[in-house]
Every structure is written in structure tokens, then in C-alpha cells.
């Protein structure tokens, strides 16, 4: 390539990442565009998703039904991906709840969908559970991402936590989250917890956590509602971890979707990634140090 040639492909390259990086700045970073109101119409059509999606888990949740989302695939697979998990792999799928009337596009929000499943050898779940009910420290065991966390209420199999989530991606963020989270049997060595955010406000300023929040349902839109489902059954010499996430967010600007969609819905996808590692990796450390006395 002729050096003038060379040079200008060099000058196009940095303009469209300079132009990329305005264009994400601009919109995602500068407070008087990060405003986004929660219109009833996005939380009605979330709620009927939300809906949908409980009574697909009803069904799973019976006897017979499919409580890992890799026992639904073709036998082929279905051992394929067993073997991938025996192996410390971690799989994780878009997931879509698809019946009349309800769909996942909905107006001005986006609905985030995926599930994803571990496993733990050696560990049972009764090692694990003291673990996992533990809402007094998720700060320690999903760093940085909470940063404060603790048991509001608890009565038989039903809790209340809070959590102060942390997300650094576009921009910092902070989050003061509330939760109803209730536990259930699904069989022998099967359980299931059902966590539903009641409360999401972010905080106006990220290096203050304690400081003001913005009224909820009117601040960036990053993260409006997050419900987490999971799933534990001890087989196979070990544990099994699943958990389907959904949250909802804004919307992306008209016109920009081909730019940063991709980038807005990696991040559900790598966090829920990230907490699945993370659990796996504590609840086999907490499990050998009680095995040990310590």
C-alpha cells in the first residue's frame, strides 16, 4: 500500500473510532441525555413477559419437567453439554419467552433474557445452602459488583434482601436494590429460588453511594428491573447451578441500534457469566473449609 494511501486508511481509522467514541460519550455519559422516564406501557408489556416466563416455570417445576435448560436439547447435545460442564465450562443462552400476545420487543425498553448453568463436583446441597441463603454477605462474594448488601426480613422460606449494585461500563453507575426472594423444593435433591426486584433507584452520584437517589422510574434507564431465577440439583457426583436472568433497561436512541445494541445487551450476558463463576468458586471453597473444620 502507497504510503500517502496507508496513511489516510491510518487517519480513517482513528476518526470512526473517535466519531464511535463521541457517539457513546455523547449519548450514554452526558447527563443531559442519560434522562429516561419508565412509561407505564414498558412496565405493563415487562410485567406480561415476566408472566409468560413464571408460567413456562410452572410447568418446568413438576414432576417430570425440564429443570435444566440443557435436559430440553436433543440427546446429542444434551450430552454434549454435559460434558462441556463436567469439564468447568460455563454455558449460557439467550433465552425468549414467545406467546400470543406477549413478545420480548416491547415499547421504549429493552428486555434482557438469558439463562446459565454450572457445575460444582464434590459439593452437596446441603454444603451449599448456607452459602447461597447468606444475603448478609453477596458483598464479599460478588465483588465489585455489589458493594453493600443485607437481610432485611426472613420468614421460613421467604427473604427480603437489599443490595447495592455497582456497574462500570459506558459510565459508572449505582444501584440501591430490593428483593423478594423465595425458596422452594422442586423433588428430591431440587430446589429453586425466586428472586424479584422491588425496588430499583440509582444513585444520583456514583462516588457518593450513601448520597440521593434519582425518582424511581426517571434517571439513566440503565437497569429499571432485575429478577433472578435459580435452580440447584445434586447429581452426578456434584451440583448443579442454574440461573435465568431478566432485567429491563431503556431503550436505544433511534437510529443507533446497529452501534451500540451489541454492546448494551453483552452486558447482561457477561455479568450473569461473571456471578456464575463467582458462586461455583465460593461455594466449593466455603464447602471445602466446612469438610476440613475450619
Known sequence: MPQRVFSQALVYRACVRQ????????LLL??????????????????????????????????????LFVDELPANERKEDYGKLKAGEVLVEKRDTSTPGVKKDIPDGIVHH??????????TLEQALPVLQDYDHRADLYKPEVIAS????????????????????????????EYAVHWGRAGEGKMFADSISTRVAEVKDASHPDGPEHPIGHDSGYLWRLNTYWRFEQRDGGLYIQCEALSLTRDIPYGLG?????????????????????????????????SSGN
Open 258 to 290: 446497529w452501534l451500540l445494541k451489541p454492546l448494551v445487551t453483552s452486558i447482561p450476558k457477561g455479568s450473569l457469566t461473571a456471578a456464575l463463576k463467582r458462586t461455583r468458586e465460593v461455594v466449593q471453597e466455603k464447602s471445602k473449609q466446612a
Open 150 to 177: 443485607h437481610t432485611i426480613s426472613h420468614e421460613g422460606d421467604d427473604y427480603k434482601m437489599f443490595m447495592r449494585l455497582y456497574q462500570k461500563r459506558f459510565t459508572t453507575v449505582v444501584f440501591n436494590t
Open 19 to 26: 466519531a464511535f467514541i463521541a457517539i457513546v460519550g455523547g
Open 30 to 67: 452526558a447527563p443531559a441525555l442519560l434522562a429516561a422516564d419508565l412509561k407505564p406501557k414498558t412496565t405493563e408489556a415487562f410485567d406480561k413477559y415476566v408472566a409468560a416466563t413464571h408460567a413456562r416455570f410452572a410447568n418446568e417445576l413438576k414432576p417430570g419437567g425440564v429443570f
Open 114 to 123: 438469558w439463562v446459565s448453568l454450572v457445575f460444582v463436583p464434590g459439593v
